[in-house]
């Protein structure tokens, strides 16, 4: 490192007593630049003002009593910031996102705090079989489909309807065939901020045909603020004794492998950088963490996992009623973007999700829990995702 790139990041050290000397791929304060220092502002509503496939899209903000804030735009329903307050009283955003529509539409945006639709995660060679029928849907990871498709309810345009200061109302009719799926879909969502720092998300669905469903909600968070580096210094706690190993391209063997004495083990906290580069194919399959729980069982909702910051002391309880949940610990993200909120750069790792949903290509593993769902039927889901501090 040189003097001048030395002085650079001392100058950047005082401004914001934050670090990102060690770290390329993100220019320091001094340069004026983008920076790994986290917003904690909610973006300017004027960004996201605009009018796609013939619906309004907007940004629609929630608070609560404590001064808890989210901002949700109906484009793919994403959960653009989350303003929860640290050790310090001080708020900090704790989701990934972007200032703007435009960067949510950009190809290969990473789906961040998106709505995900009709199927969470993904479908082998995306074909499924249903009463004897084949359906082919997109392809658009490898030879696999992720996340519904090019046309996944994240790049769809929800109706919304603000019900009242906390709560905001999604829903989309997901027509017959769209991105290949069976059956005219009307799902709704509901975006519930309460007064103990929780974000509550319901989904609701019904279809005029049988065919399958796995929703959930792909936010990305760093509980040291967005932008911040690593969630490699976060400790993480999951109650799950199991866990559904892949094959290379991220597609469920069917088996579930017990996760004791492996460094999938999270049943006690642990950082979660601890094990993340120990030699283990499922790690390298991953580049990292991007694998299916098999959670406890238990009655209804409940907790799941807790991720705590040893930086901020923000802390995130996760409470769902499904039986998995997808802990994915940012492997794809470069750095290398400087459109993430407040000119950001999100690096390698620089966040962490816990995506509740059923199983990963559960419409081909019988053994898995099923994700059919048929006329007359409500699908009905609860997760939430509570903010407090751990001192
Ligand atoms: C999910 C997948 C990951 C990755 C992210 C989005 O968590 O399991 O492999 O595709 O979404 O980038």
Redesign the pocket.
């Known amino acids: 490192m040189n003097m001048k790139f030395n002085s650079i990041c001392l100058a950047a050290v005082l401004l914001w007593t934050l670090g990102g000397c060690n770290n390329a791929s993100n220019k320091s304060a001094a340069t004026g630049d983008s920076t790994t220092v986290s917003s904690t502002k909610l973006p300017d509503s004027t960004g996201f003002k605009k009018t796609v496939k013939g619906k309004a899209v907007s940004l629609f903000v929630l608070k609560n009593k404590n001064g808890v804030e989210a901002a949700i735009t109906n484009y793919g329903g994403r959960l653009v910031s989350l303003l929860v307050p640290d050790h310090k009283n001080e708020f900090k955003d704790v989701v990934l996102g972007y200032d703007s529509l435009g960067s949510y539409q950009k190809k290969g945006e990473?789906?961040f705090g998106a709505l995900?639709g009709r199927y969470?995660?993904?479908i082998a060679k995306g074909k499924f079989a249903l009463d004897g029928k084949t359906y082919q849907l997109q392809i658009n990871?490898g030879t696999n489909t992720?996340?519904g498709g090019f046309d996944g309810f994240f790049a769809q345009v929800w109706d919304a309807k603000k019900i009242n200061d906390q709560t905001l109302e999604l829903s989309f009719l997901s027509k017959d065939n769209e991105a290949g799926y069976p059956g005219n879909l009307q799902v709704k969502v509901i975006y519930n901020l309460t007064d103990d720092n929780s974000l509550k998300i319901s989904y609701e669905a019904t279809t005029d045909k049988n065919t399958v469903l796995n929703l959930t909600n792909?936010a990305y968070f760093n509980l040291n603020g967005a932008g911040d580096e690593t969630i490699l210094d976060h400790l993480l706690t999951i109650d799950a004794d199991g866990y559904t190993p892949v094959d290379s391209t991220?597609i469920p063997t069917g088996k579930i492998d017990p996760v004791a004495g492996t460094p999938f083990d999270f049943s006690k906290a642990t950082l979660i950088g601890a094990r993340i580069d120990a030699a283990n194919q499922q790690l390298t399959f991953?580049k990292g963490y991007?694998?299916?729980y098999v959670l406890r069982k238990g009655m209804g909702l409940r907790k799941v996992a807790t991720v705590v910051s040893t930086k901020t002391g923000i802390a995130m309880d996760v409470l769902t009623e499904e039986p998995g949940l997808?802990f994915?610990s940012?492997?794809?993200?470069t750095g290398k973007d400087h459109d993430g909120k407040g000119g950001v750069s999100y690096p390698h790792r620089s966040a962490f999700?816990l995506?509740t949903q059923h199983f990963?290509d559960s419409p081909n593993q019988a053994s898995f829990p099923s994700t059919e769902l048929k006329p007359g039927q409500t699908y009905k889901t609860n997760t939430i995702y509570k903010f407090y501090v751990q001192k």
């Open positions: 990473p789906y995900i969470g995660n993904r990871d992720l996340h792909h991220l991953g991007d694998h299916n997808q994915y940012g492997n794809f993200l999700c995506e990963p």
